[in-house]
């Protein structure tokens, strides 16, 4: 492969962007001092930095460590190390230590310069020559011995190639370096125009979140790192990852599938700013900063491998989040309170897999009922039976009349919901659980006195013959509120009718005669609409005494009742609509012309 195919497929393909090139360099230099400490065990390891500007050049960055450095028989090395990543040839294995790394390494700077020079002295032995090596991106380079004496370690020169002169600003370069560098342990600065910046910052899982004051400066941190405010802040630690960092606990509710991004290092160097992968999925309404010693990067060491050892770590993770919230519930149960105020449907996805967290926080999660939101706690201190529907839709059908009637029924039509439910009834011995529908709703129903009964006999036959096409069954009866006209009923069998016949509205041809053949061995089943004797309109349409106004009422409050209950309407159901609209309309208006 040619060198410029080779950074092509580097820039392209293996890193997300030419900035990497400062975390290579970096991560050269880190290498190298480490290796130096091995020879000189108290040595003080330093990265300086300088970009270089003038008005008759490039600017140029010059990059120094003062690790290790490259003995003459290393140069060779490093040249070969070039030379079979960019030439076709033989395979040979290229070595697992610093030197492979600082070559390949070295090649993302040719994604931002067409010409890379290095200065190179050994700490290895006395009075080691240095070198220069010059590689440039059409695969050729160069190496000599150097006459004069510099400094043990490694410089690097850079220019920028056309077009990547802003990765040469120098605020920009000390963006990068910060974001890279700042964690790393090597002491490192960036100097221009005299002046000079340190960019190394402590560790915020180094601090003591204990104290007050190092809590509200790491919540400062956070709200500076990731653009948002947080309620808490609280550590992380992991023993199969080598983690420890921080989590931050949003201060705003986020939905269940969603997934924030977190800010990762491995070993101190930034790895990550969109990480996605440390925590557990149920762990969607935090944010961590972290640095990990043992999880393994890919080869572009912008992500993790997700292997047994990354699976651990999430779970060993996802515990010291879960011991956070026990022991704030526990210990701090008004704080508690607050989080779960913002945070229910997170902590619900923990308590669903998790029986002693449902124990601890089952009283304390809210849910929607009939009656209003309240926490299951006080539901069932007022209802010894936790009587709930299992979807949304149903929970629409009967919320006003079930409050109208004083009846606590949970809407348990969200995620977790029946889970927590069912789960508690398993391992609560005292939790009475029962699944409640529209049909148990009907019984508590007032019934027609004789003479009503009599009075509205014919009218109820009509209605039901009118919505017979519609596999819907009519029945009057009194309820509250009375200000609700209709109440449309229906089960499990009449709903999956539904469903079918929605989805031929949709297809044709053999899907929709497959779509009827689901049907055909079902047993047959029927909607109820409960008409409202409580309710002026339904009276005055039972006593209206003209067979097609009453039809063409029916027809509309079999409509409203649809569109009351969220379902969707068919085709049939919107043709009903249009037709019923203008049939009152001629009906009121031929009406008053007979008049």
């Given amino acids: 492969m040619e060198l410029r195919g080779l950074i092509e497929l580097l820039s392209q393909h293996l890193?997300?962007?030419?900035?990497?090139?400062?975390?290579?360099?970096?991560?050269?230099g880190v290498d190298a001092i480490q290796a130096r400490r091995q020879i000189e065990p108290k040595h003080e390891g330093a990265i300086e930095i300088e970009v270089v500007t003038s008005e008759e050049s490039d600017p140029t960055i010059i990059f120094q460590d003062n690790g290790v450095g490259l003995t003459e028989a290393e140069v060779q090395q490093f040249l070969a190390t070039i030379g079979q990543s960019s030439k076709r040839g033989e395979a040979t294995s290229r070595p697992d230590d610093f030197l492979g790394q600082f070559g390949i390494g070295l090649l993302s700077c040719f994604t931002v310069s067409d010409e890379i020079i290095v200065l190179?002295?050994?700490?290895?032995?006395?009075?080691?020559?240095?070198?220069?090596?010059?590689?440039?991106t059409d695969g050729t380079y160069s190496v000599r011995k150097l006459t004069e004496m510099i400094p043990i370690g490694t410089q690097?020169?850079?220019?920028?190639?056309?077009?990547?002169?802003?990765?040469?600003?120098?605020?920009?370069?000390?963006?990068?370096?910060?974001?890279?560098?700042?964690?790393?342990?090597?002491?490192?600065?960036?100097?221009?125009?005299?002046?000079?910046?340190?960019?190394?910052?402590?560790?915020?899982?180094q601090q003591d979140l204990t104290n007050p004051q190092v809590r509200e400066n790491l919540l400062a941190y956070g709200t500076e790192v990731f653009d948002r405010n947080f309620l808490d802040v609280f550590p992380l630690h992991s023993t199969s990852g080598g983690v420890t960092?921080?989590?931050?606990?949003?201060?705003?509710?986020?939905?269940?599938?969603?997934?924030?991004?977190?800010?990762?290092?491995?070993?101190?160097?930034?790895?990550?700013?969109?990480?996605?992968?440390?925590?557990?999925?149920?762990?969607?309404?935090?944010?961590?900063?972290?640095?990990?010693?043992?999880l393994h990067p890919t080869a572009s060491r912008?992500?993790?491998?997700?292997?047994?050892?990354?699976?651990?770590?999430?779970?060993?993770?996802?515990?010291?989040?879960?011991?956070?919230?026990?022991?704030?519930?526990?210990?701090?149960?008004?704080?508690?309170?607050?989080?779960?105020?913002?945070?229910?449907?997170?902590?619900?996805?923990?308590?669903?897999?998790?029986?002693?967290?449902?124990?601890?926080?089952?009283?304390?999660?809210?849910?929607?009922t009939s009656l209003g939101t309240m926490t299951l706690g006080e539901f069932r201190k007022q209802n010894p039976v936790v009587r709930y529907v299992p979807s949304c839709d149903q929970f629409r059908q009967i919320a006003q009349v079930a409050a109208s009637e004083s009846l606590a029924v949970i809407n348990a039509g969200y995620v977790y919901d029946v889970d927590i439910l069912t789960r508690l009834s398993r391992i609560r011995p005292d939790f009475t659980l029962e699944e409640f529908d529209a049909v148990q709703l009907a019984d508590r129903f007032e019934q027609l006195s004789q003479r009503e009964r009599e009075e509205t006999?014919?009218?109820?036959?009509?209605?039901?013959?009118?919505?017979?096409?519609?596999?819907?069954?009519?029945?009057?009866?009194?309820?509250?509120?009375?200000?609700?006209?209709?109440?449309?009923?229906?089960?499990?069998?009449?709903?999956?009718?539904?469903?079918?016949?929605?989805?031929?509205?949709?297809?044709?041809?053999?899907?929709?005669d497959m779509l009827g053949d689901l049907t055909r061995d079902a047993p047959s089943s029927y909607a109820r609409l409960y008409l409202n004797y409580s309710n002026s309109l339904i009276q005055r349409i039972c006593q209206l005494g003209q067979a097609e106004g009453q039809r063409r009422s029916v027809e509309m409050v079999y409509i409203q009742a649809l569109l009351l209950g969220h379902f969707p309407l068919k085709k049939s159901e919107i043709k009903l609509l249009n037709e019923g609209l203008l049939g009152l309309l001629d009906w009121a208006v031929g009406g008053q012309n007979n008049d």
């Avoid at 290092?265 to 961590?288: G, I, R």
């Avoid at 009218?459 to 029945?475: G, H, I, N, P, W």
């Fill in 245 to 294: 960092g921080v989590a931050y606990v949003l201060s705003e509710a986020v939905h269940a599938g969603s997934s924030q991004p977190h800010r990762v290092y491995l070993k101190n160097m930034l790895l990550s700013t969109k990480s996605h992968d440390v925590l557990p999925e149920w762990a969607f309404f935090v944010q961590c900063i972290v640095n990990a010693t043992q």
């Fill in 15 to 28: 890193y997300s962007g030419p900035h990497v090139f400062i975390r290579e360099l970096l991560q050269n």
């Fill in 457 to 512: 006999l014919e009218f109820e036959r009509l209605a039901d013959l009118t919505l017979q096409r519609f596999k819907c069954a009519v029945e009057i009866a009194k309820f509250l509120p009375s200000d609700l006209p209709s109440l449309y009923v229906t089960d499990g069998n009449a709903d999956f009718f539904r469903s079918v016949e929605q989805a031929q509205d949709v297809t044709e041809g053999v899907w929709s």
């Fill in 120 to 136: 190179t002295r050994s700490a290895k032995g006395e009075n080691q020559p240095g070198f220069e090596w010059r590689g440039s």
């Fill in 302 to 368: 912008e992500s993790f491998y997700d292997d047994t050892v990354l699976e651990r770590t999430r779970d060993e993770l996802g515990d010291c989040l879960r011991r956070y919230l026990v022991e704030m519930a526990q210990t701090q149960p008004r704080r508690f309170e607050q989080l779960i105020a913002v945070h229910h449907l997170a902590v619900k996805a923990l308590a669903a897999d998790d029986d002693e967290c449902l124990e601890l926080f089952a009283d304390l999660l809210p849910f929607q």
């Fill in 156 to 205: 690097v020169f850079l220019q920028p190639s056309t077009g990547y002169e802003d990765y040469f600003e120098l605020q920009r370069i000390l963006k990068l370096t910060r974001d890279y560098g700042s964690l790393l342990q090597p002491k490192i600065s960036l100097t221009s125009n005299g002046k000079t910046d340190v960019i190394n910052a402590k560790s915020p899982w």
